[in-house]
């Protein structure tokens, strides 16, 4: 969940993407450090969140009627 609302802090260009890019990155060395997760689990939230956001805005998009980006409505 910290990757996502990285990622779209750093698409809306909000003025805290960096502390924010600072604490996920602390986030995720301070779950393997306190012993919550394994550095797997951390690398697997990383690679997850690609097509996790991706599934994300396509729902989206069907949800508010929005046509696809190549014109297509089906």
């Known amino acids: ?3 996502l609302t990285l990622r779209e ?3 809306r260009r909000w003025p ?3 502390p ?3 604490a996920v990155v602390a986030l995720c060395f301070g779950t393997v450090y306190g012993r919550y997760h394994y550095v797997v689990d951390a690398i697997a939230g990383l690679v997850l969140a690609v ?3 991706a599934g994300a805005e396509w729902l989206q998009r069907r949800w508010d009627g ?3 980006p190549d014109g297509d409505d089906g």
Do not use: I, Q
């Open 66 to 68: 929005e046509p696809k």
């Open 9 to 11: 802090s750093f698409r």
């Open 1 to 3: 969940m910290a990757c």
């Open 51 to 53: 097509p996790l956001a």
């Open 20 to 22: 924010h890019a600072a």
């Open 16 to 18: 805290v993407r960096w």
